[in-house]
C-alpha cells in the first residue's frame, strides 16, 4: 500500500546503495527501533520482557548461523557448541580475572571464531551432508572436551556462575536493565550483520553458495572466504553464548547440546535462508512457539483432558504440535517466513492495481 | 575519485603478453591437450578453433588456473601462473566467461558486475561490518565503474533484474560483463557466442571488438562460428586432438591444406566456412 519504489528517485549512488532506499521504509524501521528503545522497556513487564530478552539472544545466534549457512552455502550442525565456547570463555575471564562484559563478550566471540574456523577446515574439501556430519563431530567433540576439563568447565556440575554484567560499577540485574543490555548489542548485531552482507564480504559469500567456480574466477579465494565465513559466523555463535550466561547468570554446557543446534537450524530455515530479516523471524517463531503452546494448552486442554492427563500429555503434545507446525510451515513456504512477509509486501506494491 | 577503465600493462602493443609452453594434459589414457604452444601479443585477438574435443576448452582451463598441466608452463607477464589457484590467477588481471553461463543467477546484474569488482576492493571484516565510512567510499567508488560497463553494454534497465530471469543472450552479456568489471588486461571468452541468433552474434562480435580496440584489452577467443572467427581474429590457432596443426593470419589458416582437412575430410573446396 505504502511501501511502493513509484515516484522515489535516486540522483546518488548512496542513496541507490542506502540500507533502506524508500522514505516509508526509513520511517518504519524508526518507528519499530523506537517501539524497541522506548516503548517495550516501559510498557512491558517482567514476564513479557523476559520472553524479549531470549528472544534477542536467539537473534544473535541465528543470523550467526544464517551467514555461514543462508548466505555462504556451508552447513554447521556444531553452532551450539560454538555457543558454548563463547559462554565458558566469557565466564573463566569474568571468575578467574574478573574482566568486564565488553572484555569478556568479544574475547568469547573471538575464541569462538579461532574454534569455528578451526571446525570449517574441513568444508574447504566437502560439501553437504559430509560436512554436516564433520560439524557434528565438531559439536561433540567440544561438548566431551568442556564436561571433561575441569580448568575449563570449573568442576563437577561443569557450570560457572558468573557476575552480572555492571555498568560503570552498577549491576545489571533486573528483566528491563538486562532489556537494555541485551538489546544494544542485539541491535550493533543485526545492523552489522545488514551491513555485511550488502558489501564485498557479502557477495563474496553469496558468490560462493551459487557457483564456487565462478566465485574463484574472478579472484574470490575459496579457501579464505569459507574459513571466514566459518570464523564470522561463531563469532556470533559465541557472542550469543556470552549474552546467554550473562542473562542467566550462570555458564553451563546444558544450554549448548546438540538439540540446541538443530533449534537454531530450525530457526534460519524456517525464517527464511539467506535473510537476515528471516533470521529474525525464525528466532521469534521458535522462542515464542513453545510459550505459546503452552498457554494455550493451558487455557484449553482442560476441554479434552482431566487434570491428571493433561499434567502427562501436555509435554508430548507440545512436542507434537511443535514438529507439525514446522512441517506445516514449510510445506505452505518453504523459503520461510521471510518470503512470506515479502509476497505480502509485494501485493500491497501495486494494490490495487495489481496488473 | 574516478577508476581507471583498464589496469596498465607494463607491456607495449605486440610483445608477448601470455606465454603457453609445452603444455599437456592428460585425463586417463585420454590426451587432452598434448604440448601445446601459444604465445599471445599484446593488444591482438586471437582464436583458438577446432572439432569438438580438441581440447580448446582445456587449454583455457588450464590458463586460468582450474587444471594443473601435466607438463609444460603458463606465463603470463613475467608471472610463471602454471600451478597457480584460479583467484590468484584473476588478481593478475585474467578474465574470462565460460560455455555454459555461469553467473550467480539469484543475485541481480549490478551485485553480479559488483563481484567482478572484488579484486579491486578491499574492504575488510571490520569497515564492512560498520560500512558507513570506508567500505561506503569504495562501494560508490566501484559502483561508478560498474555503471560505466552497464552503459557500454546496455543493461541499463536490467540493472536490478536477478540475472537468473534474463534470456539466455543477455546472461551472456551480463557475463562479459562481469569479466569486464575485473578491468583484465587479458579476457578468455569460451564461446562466447555459442547458441545465439545472428543479431546476438553481431552484438556479442561488437562488443569484443570494442573491448579490444578501445580498452586495449587482449581477447582470446574459442568459437565455432567461422564467420565471426575469420572476420574478428588478428590471429586464428586451430587444434585437433589435443595437438597444434596450425596457426597465423585468417587468410593463412583458411588456406592451410591441414586445417581444411580437419575440419572438412578431404574435400578440395578452399576455406571453411
Redesign the interface.
Known amino acids: 500500500m505504502f511501501h511502493r519504489e513509484s515516484g522515489v528517485f535516486k540522483t546518488s549512488?548512496?542513496g541507490d546503495?542506502a540500507l533502506y532506499p524508500l522514505p516509508i521504509a526509513k520511517w518504519t524501521v524508526g518507528i519499530i527501533a523506537a517501539i524497541f528503545i522506548v516503548v517495550a522497556p516501559l510498557a512491558l513487564d517482567d514476564y513479557y520482557l523476559s520472553i524479549l530478552n531470549l528472544i534477542m539472544i536467539a537473534c544473535v545466534g541465528a543470523i550467526g548461523l544464517n551467514i555461514l549457512v543462508g548466505y555462504t552455502g556451508q552447513i554447521s550442525i556444531g553452532h551450539a557448541a560454538f555457543m558454548s565456547v563463547g559462554a565458558y570463555t566469557a565466564a573463566n575471564l569474568a571468575t578467574k580475572l574478573g574482566w568486564d562484559f565488553w572484555l569478556t563478550l568479544p574475547a568469547g566471540g573471538l575464541m569462538a571464531a579461532a574454534i569455528g574456523a578451526l571446525v570449517g577446515v574441513p568444508s574447504l574439501r566437502i560439501k553437504g551432508l559430509y560436512l554436516a556430519i564433520a560439524t557434528l563431530a565438531g559439536q561433540l567433540i567440544i561438548e566431551w572436551t568442556i564436561n571433561h576439563v575441569p580448568a575449563i568447565s570449573g568442576g563437577t556440575q561443569a557450570s560457572i556462575e558468573v557476575p552480572k554484567p555492571a555498568l560503570f560499577g552498577y549491576e545489571l540485574k533486573s528483566q528491563g536493565e538486562l532489556y537494555g543490555f541485551l538489546l544494544f548489542f542485539t541491535i550493533i548485531a543485526i545492523v552489522?550483520a545488514l551491513?555485511?552482507v550488502?558489501?564485498?564480504?557479502?557477495?563474496?559469500f553469496?558468490?560462493i553458495r551459487?557457483?564456487d567456480?565462478?566465485?574463484?574466477?574472478?579472484?574470490?579465494?575459496?579457501f579464505r572466504y569459507k574459513l571466514?565465513a566459518f570464523a564470522?559466523s561463531s563469532f556470533y555463535a559465541g557472542v550469543t553464548g556470552v549474552l546467554y550466561t550473562y542473562y542467566l547468570g550462570i555458564a553451563n554446557y546444558e544450554q549448548f547440546q546438540l538439540v540446541t543446534s538443530i533449534d537454531y537450524l530450525a530457526m534460519i530455515i524456517i525464517g527464511g535462508l539467506?535473510s537476515i530479516l528471516g533470521s529474525i523471524f525464525g528466532a521469534v517463531f521458535i522462542t515464542l512457539l513453545p510459550t505459546f503452546l503452552r498457554n494455550f494448552m493451558e487455557s484449553f486442554g482442560g476441554l479434552f483432558f482431566t487434570d491428571a492427563e493433561l499434567a502427562t500429555v501436555v509435554p508430548y503434545l507440545r512436542l507434537t504440535v511443535f514438529g507439525l507446525l514446522i512441517i506445516f510451515f514449510l510445506v505452505v513456504e518453504p523459503e520461510g517466513l521471510n518470503r512470506l512477509w515479502r509476497n505480502i509486501r509485494n501485493y500491497f506494491r501495486v494494490w490495487p492495481f495489481s496488473y | 575519485m574516478s577508476v581507471a577503465a583498464v589496469s596498465k600493462s607494463p607491456l607495449a602493443d605486440g610483445e608477448i603478453q601470455l606465454s603457453v609452453k609445452g603444455v599437456s594434459k592428460r585425463f586417463g589414457g585420454v590426451r587432452a591437450v598434448d604440448s601445446i604452444d601459444l604465445d599471445v601479443r599484446k593488444g591482438e585477438i586471437l582464436s583458438v578453433i577446432g572439432p569438438n574435443g580438441a581440447g580448446k576448452t582445456s587449454l583455457l582451463n588450464m590458463i586460468?588456473g582450474?587444471y594443473q598441466p601435466d607438463t609444460g608452463s603458463v606465463t603470463f607477464e613475467g608471472h610463471n601462473i602454471t600451478n597457480a589457484?584460479?583467484?590468484?590467477i584473476?588478481?593478475y588481471g585474467v578474465?574470462?566467461t565460460?560455455q555454459n553461463i555461469?553467473?550467480?543467477?539469484?543475485?541481480t546484474v549490478l551485485?553480479n558486475l559488483?563481484?567482478?569488482r572484488?579484486?579491486h576492493?578491499k574492504?575488510?571484516?571490520l569497515s564492512?561490518?560498520?560500512?558507513w565510512g570506508l567500505?561506503?567510499k569504495?562501494?560508490?567508488r566501484n559502483?561508478?565503474r560498474v555503471?560505466e560497463i552497464i552503459d557500454f553494454l546496455k543493461l541499463q534497465d536490467l540493472r536490478k533484474q536477478p540475472t537468473g530471469s534474463l534470456a539466455y543472450g543477455l546472461q551472456k552479456r551480463v557475463e562479459l560483463g562481469?569479466?569486464l568489471a575485473?578491468d583484465p588486461k587479458v579476457l578468455l571468452l569460451d564461446e562466447p557466442m555459442g547458441g545465439m541468433n545472428q543479431d546476438e552474434k553481431e552484438d556479442m562480435a561488437r562488443y569484443i571488438l570494442d573491448v579490444n580496440e578501445e580498452w586495449g584489452v587482449t581477447v582470446v577467443l574459442i568459437e565455432h562460428d567461422m564467420g565471426v572467427v575469420m572476420d574478428i581474429s588478428d590471429e586464428v590457432v586451430v587444434l585437433e586432438q589435443g595437438r597444434r596443426i596450425a596457426g597465423g593470419t585468417p587468410d593463412a589458416v583458411q588456406r592451410n591444406p591441414e586445417v581444411i582437412r580437419a575440419y572438412l575430410g578431404t574435400s578440395k573446396s578452399k576455406g571453411a566456412v
Open positions: 549512488y548512496r546503495m552489522g551491513n555485511l550488502r558489501s564485498r564480504i557479502g557477495r563474496a553469496v558468490a551459487d557457483q567456480i565462478a566465485a574463484e574466477i574472478i579472484g574470490i579465494s575459496i571466514l564470522i539467506g | 586460468s582450474f589457484r584460479p583467484s590468484q584473476a588478481t578474465a574470462r565460460f555461469a553467473l550467480f543467477r539469484g543475485m551485485d559488483m563481484l567482478g572484488h579484486v576492493m574492504a575488510g571484516v564492512s561490518f560498520i560500512y567500505a561506503q569504495e562501494e560508490i559502483r561508478a555503471e562481469r569479466a575485473l
